[in-house]
């Protein structure tokens, strides 16, 4: 089982548990948060997201401050070796999954900008953006199948808007959900 804990020094890390065993290793310690693992079907690799080696950018004007969020996608066996950067964008890529024959991880990615949107109400977001004299996000997030050994990124053909969770049915369908003006629903590509 691989999880995410912050109890070795509060930073969020990838944990493996032997359920023979209940023997628990730290598989990441690096500056940074590692999140939402997903182990590969074959068992040889973990895919992860995390924000190591980014930089926090800070956006604002006046008294109003934005946290844009960075990440990237990676792997790593579940040994701990073979650390690899799958993307990088310098914006925000994240919630890997698998497809079934291990060669392919899916994600989304979007701008660090968008990562606002994304993560607030979109009222509240428009109408702060208003007052700093900016225009309104509507955010709208690329789903990605990024190939694990050449790392050529290929964009998923998908409806607008901030998608995220995508999730690689048995038929080789993407779903995902999708947050727009309308709600929160669930579409498949």
Not at 53 to 65: E, F, L, S, Y
Not at 124 to 148: C, F, H, Y
Request: hydrophobic share 30%; glycine share 10%.
């Amino acid at each position: 089982l691989v999880f995410v804990s912050t109890r070795a020094d509060g930073t969020a890390d990838l944990w493996i548990r032997d359920l023979s065993t209940n023997r628990e290793t730290r598989l990441t310690s690096e500056r940074g948060g590692d999140f939402r693992p997903a182990w590969s079907p074959d068992g040889k690799w973990i895919a992860f997201s995390s924000d190591r080696g980014t930089k926090v950018k800070r956006d604002g004007g006046g008294q109003w401050w934005v946290h844009l969020q960075l990440a990237d996608i990676y792997i790593i066996h579940p040994d701990g070796s073979a650390l690899k950067r799958l993307t990088n964008s310098g914006n925000f890529c994240g919630g890997p999954r698998w497809t079934r024959d291990s060669s392919h991880v899916v994600g989304y990615c979007l701008s660090g900008e968008e990562t606002f949107a994304y993560r607030s109400a979109s009222d509240a977001t428009d109408e702060a953006l208003q007052r700093m004299g900016r225009k309104p996000l509507r955010g709208n997030t690329t789903l990605v199948s990024i190939d694990v050994a050449t790392l050529e990124q290929t964009p998923i053909s998908a409806r607008p808007g901030i998608k995220s969770f995508p999730s690689v049915l048995n038929d080789g369908e993407i779903a995902y959900v999708r947050k727009d003006t309308d709600g929160r629903g669930i579409s498949y590509n």
